[in-house]
T-cell receptor, first 114, second 113 residues
Framework: NAGVTQTPKFQVLKTGQSMTLQCAQDMNHNSMYWYRQDPGMGLRLIYYSASEGTTDKGEVPNGYNVSRLNKREFSLRLESAAPSQTSVYFC?????????????FGDGTRLSIL | KQEVTQIPAALSVPEGENLVLNCSFTDSAIYNLQWFRQDPGKGLTSLLLIQSSQREQTSGRLNASLDKSSGRSTLYIAASQPGDSATYLCAVRPSTGGFKTIFGAGTRLFVKA
């Protein structure tokens, strides 16, 4: 059971470089999410896609872009990486955006910006 | 603005002890509340989800309660085991403002053998 798969697991970038984090789910979920987790701050929502073809900003969208490539895949792009974007990034999915079902998480991507 | 607080930030208990983790939120207008477990270097695993109309949910040795009016939830772990050592996060889904889930910072639990 793959669930939510994130690639890569680790990445080190230099300031100004760009990169795309990949996420795929095999549970036929409609909604997908990108969060970042920083020490002592819990998870914060960056962007979400309530359904295929739609994306919306979350709590901390600045410096990021997303693409809902199809129902399975939701990617997060850093166009010009900054040290403040050093974090652990989690992708999640759920059956519906406003439903009662829980969110399922990937194992995260640990990103360091030097 | 909804805020979620978890106290304590860290907790160490001997094996076998019953324990309670606390979660408080500032706005009672919530759709649901969810408890997660996070192991080091891993993602979040959903433990229990309580709808706003419910008072509690149980799964095995875990029991989560919800008191919307006071803005509190507790996660009760019975007969704790070393394998319960992890970080436990509470998250609320507001019923207004676009349903965006708000997470607490978590309680790091260590159960000593």
């Amino acid at each position: 059971n793959a669930g939510v798969t994130q690639t890569p697991k680790f990445q080190v970038l230099k300031t100004g470089q760009s990169m795309t984090l990949q996420c795929a789910q095999d549970m036929n979920h409609n909604s997908m999410y990108w969060y970042r987790q920083d020490p002592g701050m819990g998870l914060r929502l960056i962007y979400y896609s309530a359904s295929e073809g739609t994306t919306d900003k979350g709590e901390v969208p600045n410096g990021y872009n997303v693409s809902r490539l199809n129902k399975r895949e939701f990617s997060l792009r850093l166009e010009s990486a900054a040290p403040s974007q050093t974090s652990v990034y989690f992708c999640a999915s759920s059956e519906q955006y406003a439903g009662s079902q829980p969110q399922h998480f990937g194992d995260g991507t640990r990103l360091s910006i030097l | 603005k909804q805020e979620v607080t978890q106290i304590p930030a860290a907790l160490s208990v001997p094996e076998g002890e019953n324990l309670v983790l606390n979660c408080s939120f500032t706005d009672s207008a919530i759709y649901n509340l969810q408890w997660f477990r996070q192991d080091p270097g891993k993602g979040l695993t959903s433990l229990l989800l309580i709808q706003s109309s419910q008072r509690e949910q149980t799964s095995g040795r875990l029991n989560a309660s919800l008191d919307k009016s006071s803005g509190r939830s507790t996660l009760y772990i019975a007969a704790s085991q070393p394998g319960d050592s992890a970080t436990y996060l509470c998250a609320v889904r507001p019923s207004t403002g676009g349903f965006k889930t708000i997470f607490g910072a978590g309680t790091r639990l260590f159960v000593k053998a």
